[in-house]
């Protein structure tokens, strides 16, 4: 039996089953991670959705920035939806959307396995949470998203602000703990999360720092794979195993054993596709409380922007 953690599918299917090929995989004994964004920018979105659904019974999942952005897409208009990129029309408009985006929303922000040792996040954790904490926020939005009202949290969980406080309520502690969860690179040593900045370690301003090595962070007592930061590529440190290798932008798909021995880390080439030129949005300057934008990190038509 093996456990492996795969990085950030982004709809690419065929890259997907290579790996899994390579793997070797039998779902009679292993078990599979994934670390969220399964969907945008491959191509084969729904085909890639199909696939992690019929595993689902042997695999966990958690949810990335582009999963949600679908969700929240998948609640407007049918003229709205024709408005998003064919990859994700192509999940919208299937005839078994329904089943895969009630399955998509029944996953979680978080997976924890201490008996393992290992908690699965997409992108990250605030710099003063630690495991138990990072859990406890990650139930309270999963609570929601699977109830009755989350039509409500979807449409209102766009936006970059408020930064992360525990005395946040409502939907803008809800905002500030799915954006940690699926959007976190940089930030500062308060947690303030900066957005705009999106390339390799270095390429940041001062007083900025990779979420996992900010200064005085919290005590981790689990080892933490993630996925969301393509331009990071395979990093293993500070108790952090970050395997988006940009999969969907010529790079290669990853998968790391959870159960190993040792360091166990297999990888297929990805789409031959190269990366956009990356993009930085210029810092905002700080604005009263409720004057934020609320866009999530997506664009007009609510499609994640990274």
């Known amino acids: 039996m093996a456990v492996w953690a795969i990085g950030d599918l982004q709809g690419c299917y065929d890259v997907t089953q290579r790996l899994l090929e390579k793997l070797r ?21 729904v085909e890639t959705l199909r696939l992690v659904h019929s595993l689902r019974e042997v695999s966990h999942t958690v949810l990335g920035n582009h999963d949600l952005s679908l969700l929240a897409v998948a609640e407007r208009t049918p003229e709205e939806q024709r408005r ?8 919208l408009f299937a005839p078994d959307a329904q089943e895969l985006l009630t399955w998509l929303r029944g996953q979680k922000l978080a997976h ?7 908690m699965m996040v997409h ?12 859990e406890k926020h990650a139930r309270e939005v999963e609570a929601r998203l699977h109830g009755d009202n989350y039509r409500k949290l979807l449409k209102n969980m766009y936006g ?15 905002r500030a703990i799915i954006n940690i969860f699926t959007r976190m690179r940089y930030c500062s040593p308060r947690g303030r999360i900066a957005f705009e900045h ?33 331009t990071l590529g395979l990093f293993l440190g500070h108790g952090v195993h970050a395997i988006d290798t940009g999969a969907v932008w010529s790079g290669k798909l ?50 994640a922007r990274s």
């Open 84 to 91: 998003v990129n064919p990859d994700l029309q192509g999940v």
């Open 198 to 230: 999106k390339g390799a370690p270095g390429s940041q301003p001062p007083g900025l720092y990779p979420w996992f090595s900010v200064p005085g962070h919290a005590p981790r007592d689990l080892k933490i794979v993630c996925g969301h930061w393509s």
């Open 112 to 118: 924890v396995d201490r008996k393992l040792g290992w």
């Open 160 to 174: 970059d602000g408020p930064d992360w406080s525990p005395r946040l309520g409502g939907i803008e502690r809800e």
């Open 25 to 45: 995989f039998d779902p009679a004994a292993d078990r599979l991670w994934f670390c969220g964004d399964l969907v945008n920018r491959g191509g084969q979105s």
């Open 254 to 303: 990853t998968a790391l054993q959870l159960d190993a021995e040792g360091l166990n880390v297999v990888q297929v080439p990805g789409r031959d596709v190269p990366a956009p030129a990356p993009k930085q949005r210029p810092p905002k300057p700080h604005k009263p409380h409720g004057q934020r934008r609320h866009d999530g990190g997506h664009n007009h038509n609510g499609q």
């Open 123 to 134: 992108a990250g954790l605030a710099p003063k949470w630690t495991t138990q904490l990072a």
